[in-house]
């Protein structure tokens, strides 16, 4: 097993799993990455013979250092307010140019992410957040894995995100946060979590005002946007999720599970897998190809360059497969069906954009164009293509080609959006009319007849 110093691992992780790690004068077998922010701090599930543990290294100067002491100051904090955190078990500053945190592993703890809202703590998390506040302090991070439960027991995380200031919190700082919270949930979810607020109020020995509560909205919709474009640009660096590389020869950004096939030669790589694959599309703009890599089965769209005039066109501008890139994981985030996006490498020759890769998973399926008039006109398929057009207009996306060869029914017949390199979000006026043009398009696909009215009914054409 290969023997990793902790410096090597806050610059760069490691191609495979498990490693080992000398800590404080104990040798750790380490799992996992748990958390990762490439030159400052790292999160890893390690064992040794007495059990298992959480560590949590520090780079011992700058920003890394002032995390670790916040960690320690939020540690004690919270300890003293009887907020549920994570037991310290050994701690150490400035061994070496690293400090770090050795927790307790927390026995059989699940993410608030990963709970469905019908067994989700509503109430115990905003009875949380209530106690924090009243409390002099708040989780200015919180994302939904920042919160865990084990043994019946909501347990806050990550403690350098939490501030602790010596005064009262101000409403409107505790209205930001919990904005911030309420933020992390789909937009369809609204009404439910608002069932969570007399909780909040409760454990501040407070009463829900109207007032209040509309304040609230409003500071929910602009926690929505920022949460939205800090969680896009984490896909164009470094972080737990996502590998990212640039160079004058090269830009790409790839899933944590691809980066052991993908990290040394991605073009030679992606261009034999492609070889080895089963071609779905040959054209002169881009080649589409099934196959496979890292175990796991996969689509490769490639972007060609037709001509040396159409180079000179697209050189300077985001290639089609970085866009596919951003459009699939903003689909990703707010919840619309769209194959995992899996990476995108750009090919360049001096930062000159050339032929560019788009990596997603493979859903196998059947497009909407395939499917007879009466497996459409079922009720559960027209409520799906209802629903899906339903989010595109909440979230204000037009996808700028919805012909029905762009809409996958997999075998379970879910509805996956593809080809996702004309997608935009509308963010200003214009929308309504893009929209509609998207339903135009979708429309199309049927001559007139009953299948074209039932899915005219569906989507809300005439709104």
Same mark, same amino acid.
């Given at each position: 097993?290969?023997?990793?110093?902790?410096?090597?691992?806050?610059?760069?992780?490691?191609?495979?799993?498990?490693?080992?790690?000398?800590?404080?004068?104990?040798?750790?077998?380490?799992?996992?990455?748990?958390?990762?922010?490439?030159?400052?701090?790292?999160?890893?599930?390690?064992?040794?013979?007495?059990? *298992?543990?959480?560590?949590?290294? &520090?780079?011992?100067?700058?920003?890394? *250092?002032?995390?670790?002491?916040?960690?320690?100051?939020?540690?004690?904090?919270?300890?003293?307010?009887?907020?549920?955190?994570?037991?310290?078990?050994?701690?150490?500053?400035?061994?070496?140019?690293?400090?770090?945190?050795?927790?307790?592993?927390? @026995?059989?703890?699940? $993410?608030?992410?990963?709970?469905?809202?019908?067994?989700?703590?509503?109430?115990?998390?905003?009875?949380?957040?209530?106690?924090?506040?009243?409390?002099?302090?708040?989780?200015?991070?919180?994302?939904?894995?920042?919160?865990?439960?084990?043994?019946?027991?909501?347990?806050?995380?990550?403690?350098?995100?939490?501030?602790?200031?010596?005064?009262?919190?101000?409403?409107?700082?505790?209205?930001?946060?919990?904005?911030?919270?309420?933020?992390?949930?789909?937009?369809?979810?609204?009404?439910?979590?608002?069932?969570?607020? @007399?909780?909040? &109020?409760?454990?501040?020995?407070?009463?829900?005002?109207?007032?209040?509560?509309?304040?609230?909205?409003?500071?929910?919709?602009?926690?929505?946007?920022?949460?939205?474009?800090?969680?896009?640009?984490?896909?164009?660096?470094?972080?737990?999720?996502?590998?990212?590389?640039?160079?004058?020869? &090269? *830009?790409?950004?790839?899933?944590?599970?691809?980066?052991?096939?993908?990290?040394?030669?991605?073009?030679?790589?992606?261009?034999?897998?492609?070889?080895?694959?089963?071609?779905?599309?040959?054209?002169?703009?881009?080649?589409?190809?099934?196959?496979?890599?890292?175990?796991?089965?996969?689509?490769?769209?490639?972007?060609?360059?037709?001509?040396?005039?159409?180079?000179?066109?697209?050189?300077?501008?985001?290639?089609?497969?970085?866009?596919?890139?951003?459009?699939?994981?903003?689909?990703?985030?707010?919840?619309?069906?769209?194959?995992? @996006?899996?990476?995108?490498?750009?090919?360049?020759?001096?930062?000159?954009?050339?032929?560019?890769?788009?990596?997603?998973?493979?859903?196998?399926?059947r497009s909407l164009a395939d499917l007879s008039d009466s497996?459409?006109?079922? @009720?559960?398929?027209?409520?799906?293509?209802?629903?899906?057009?339903?989010?595109?207009?909440?979230?204000?996306?037009?996808?700028?080609?919805?012909?029905?060869?762009?809409?996958?029914?997999?075998?379970?017949?879910?509805?996956?959006?593809?080809?996702?390199?004309?997608?935009?979000?509308? $963010?200003?006026?214009?929308?309504?009319?893009?929209?509609?043009?998207?339903?135009?398009?979708?429309?199309?696909?049927?001559?007139?007849? *009953?299948?074209?009215?039932?899915? $005219?009914?569906?989507?809300?054409?005439?709104?």
């Open positions: 097993m290969v023997m990793q110093t902790a410096e090597s691992l806050l610059k760069e992780l490691p191609a495979t799993f498990p490693v080992e790690l000398e800590l404080g004068g104990v040798v750790y077998q380490i799992h996992s990455v748990l958390r990762f922010l490439a030159g400052r701090r790292i999160v890893l599930h390690a064992s040794d013979e007495s059990g *298992e543990y959480v560590l949590k290294l &520090f780079t011992a100067q700058g920003k890394g *250092e002032q995390e670790y002491q916040r960690e320690l100051a939020a540690h004690q904090h919270c300890t003293k307010a009887d907020i549920a955190v994570a037991p310290i078990l050994q701690h150490a500053d400035d061994q070496q140019g690293i400090s770090f945190i050795v927790y307790a592993f927390l @026995p059989k703890a699940v $993410t608030l992410n990963e709970l469905s809202e019908d067994v989700f703590p509503l109430t115990a998390l905003f009875d949380l957040f209530g106690r924090c506040h009243q409390n002099q302090c708040y989780q200015q991070d919180p994302h939904l894995d920042n919160f865990v439960f084990s043994n019946n027991t909501l347990y806050l995380l990550d403690l350098a995100s939490v501030v602790c200031p010596k005064k009262p919190l101000k409403m409107a700082t505790c209205l930001n946060n919990l904005a911030r919270l309420m933020a992390q949930f789909p937009l369809e979810q609204q009404e439910w979590l608002l069932n969570g607020l @007399p909780a909040y &109020f409760a454990a501040r020995n407070m009463v829900l005002d109207p007032i209040v509560e509309q304040q609230l909205l409003g500071k929910i919709k602009k926690a929505r946007d920022y949460r939205q474009a800090h969680y896009l640009k984490k896909q164009f660096r470094s972080c737990t999720m996502t590998r990212y590389r640039k160079s004058l020869m &090269f *830009e790409a950004a790839w899933r944590a599970n691809l980066s052991s096939s993908l990290a040394e030669q991605p073009l030679t790589v992606l261009n034999q897998v492609m070889q080895d694959g089963i071609s779905l599309k040959k054209g002169n703009s881009a080649t589409v190809v099934k196959s496979e890599l890292a175990g796991q089965p996969l689509v490769i769209k490639r972007y060609n360059m037709k001509t040396p005039w159409h180079f000179l066109r697209r050189c300077l501008r985001k290639s089609r497969a970085n866009v596919s890139w951003y459009n699939a994981n903003l689909l990703e985030f707010l919840g619309i069906a769209t194959p995992q @996006p899996l990476g995108f490498v750009e090919q360049r020759f001096f930062g000159l954009r050339h032929k560019a890769y788009f990596i997603c998973e493979h859903i196998a399926g497996e459409i006109q079922q @009720p559960e398929m027209l409520q799906q293509i209802s629903d899906l057009f339903e989010q595109l207009h909440l979230h204000h996306i037009y996808h700028g080609d919805l012909k029905a060869s762009n809409w996958l029914v997999d075998n379970q017949q879910k509805i996956w959006l593809i080809d996702l390199d004309a997608m935009q979000q509308i $963010t200003k006026t214009g929308f309504k009319s893009l929209h509609k043009q998207d339903q135009q398009r979708f429309l199309r696909n049927w001559p007139v007849g *009953e299948t074209r009215h039932l899915l $005219t009914k569906a989507i809300k054409a005439e709104r």
